[in-house]
């Protein structure tokens, strides 16, 4: 099975800046910044047209929305919006705001391939929990749309950058600034379709798993990076479009695939960020109390967490614990702690941001440790996905952009 194939990817025609807007999930709490963007794009056409802001969701109806976003996409494929690039693969440099390049490749993954619950020995996995009760609107979504275009990424962890070194760049097919401080991105068709699919596939052979992981056992192939409910929406919607294909359909149709960029683990502009977690509301000497006590259970050499109340910061080192076991075991307690005292939990970016917060009146806090980008393949092949919010890739205006389509009808 070739799991990361060329694609027929569909690009606009006209102006790109305005084209191209950032991920829906992301600037929820600034109703501001879409606003800006729905000044910026005006009555040009906009990957903007084709989404629902989440930052929206409380002042739009998504079922109006819904059809209005499936009737501007036909609208766009009627009247010559796109430019075709049949059976290829986009080889991108994004330029981050801090002058970082992020490089990626843009092609179709194969969704047989994937599967997001817990014990799964899938060559494509999810990295964090899967919420499932999100899936079925998104998968109503993705059933009546014709178009798809992505912000999925999805990580290889290629050390000796076996894919990339197979690229060869060939026409440039987008150059462009990015609007709101998304930095800049260049997109060239790669020459070479066979030698970089054969590459990709060298990343799930026996010899390269036991060389990187000491096993090839329950070894991960590509991780989910963004957008995992996304691609979660489209493996459920395949598994509905398969059951009324015979056999000899199911390998073609466009529906078993779904448009994501790939990208090196282990690329530079890479970056985990933590993501901490505020107690509001709460006994910060009691919650200090009983967070010593259960963490001690698990003290040792090894990673570290500081427990913050407004009396000071004390720190615990923490043994024999994967990251993800160890980010589990912080949101096991929390949650257990609200349950039985009251309160409730907030996820903060930024170590100043999280101690300035759990020391207020009335809060508490848990700092948690950078996770190493070498950590996230192992951990999830030993002890599963990530709880939710374990970690962040970059900052917002880093994340994915719409831009690239594909067909899925």
């Known amino acids: 099975m070739i799991i990361f194939k060329p694609a027929d990817i569909l690009l606009p025609i006209g102006d790109m800046h305005r084209w191209s807007v950032v991920a829906c999930d ?12 729905r000044a910026i794009v005006g009555d040009a056409p906009s990957t903007l047209n084709m989404i629902l802001p989440e930052a929206e969701l409380s002042t739009k109806d998504p079922e109006t929305e819904s059809v209005k976003i499936n009737t501007t996409m036909q609208r766009y494929l009627n009247t010559g919006v796109f430019k ?10 994004r330029t981050l705001k801090n002058g970082a390049v992020r490089r990626g490749i843009v092609g179709m993954f194969d969704l047989e391939a994937y599967e997001w619950a817990e014990g799964t020995h899938s060559p494509i996995r ?9 899936l079925p609107p998104r998968v109503k979504i993705r059933r009546n749309a014709p178009l798809e275009m992505p912000h999925i990424m999805i990580f290889m962890d290629d050390p000796d950058n076996i894919v990339f070194s197979s690229v060869t760049k060939g026409e440039r097919v987008y150059d462009f600034e990015l609007m709101q401080d998304g930095g800049s991105i260049v997109g060239w068709l790669v020459k070479d379709n066979d030698k970089l699919a054969r590459a990709a596939e060298k990343l799930g052979e026996e010899d390269v798993l036991r060389r990187k992981y000491a096993t090839a056992d329950n070894a991960i192939v590509f991780a989910m990076g963004d957008g995992n409910h996304s ?8 598994e509905e479009v398969k059951k009324t294909l015979p056999e000899a359909e199911r390998e073609s149709a466009p529906a078993r695939y779904a ?21 509001f509301d709460t006994d910060p000497v009691d919650f200090f109390a009983e967070a010593k006590a259960f963490f001690t259970e698990n003290e ?5 967490i500081d427990l913050v109340t407004g009396e000071g910061i004390e720190r615990f080192n923490i043994s024999g614990l994967t990251i993800g076991q160890l980010i589990g075991r912080c949101e096991d307690f ?21 101690v300035e917060m759990a020391q207020r009146f009335g809060c508490a806090g848990i700092l948690l440790p950078r996770m190493e980008k070498s950590e996230l393949f192992g951990s999830v092949m030993k002890s599963g996905p990530f709880p939710k919010k374990s970690f962040s890739i970059g900052h917002g205006n880093d994340k994915r952009y719409y831009l690239e389509c594909r067909k899925i009808q």
Do not use: M
């Open 26 to 37: 992301q600037f929820t709490s600034e109703p501001e910044y879409w606003q800006q963007v």
């Open 84 to 93: 075709a690039y049949p059976d290829s693969y986009i080889y991108l440099e």
């Open 126 to 134: 999810a990295t964090e929990h899967t919420v499932e009760d999100r």
């Open 231 to 238: 691609l979660a929406a489209a493996k459920l919607h395949w």
């Open 259 to 279: 448009l994501a960029e790939l990208v090196n683990i282990h690329d530079a502009a890479i970056s985990f960020e933590p993501i901490h977690k505020v107690i």
């Open 300 to 304: 040792g050499e090894g990673r570290s």
């Open 334 to 354: 929390c949650k257990a702690y609200t349950e039985r005292h009251g309160g409730y939990i907030d996820y903060i970016h930024g170590d100043c941001e999280c």
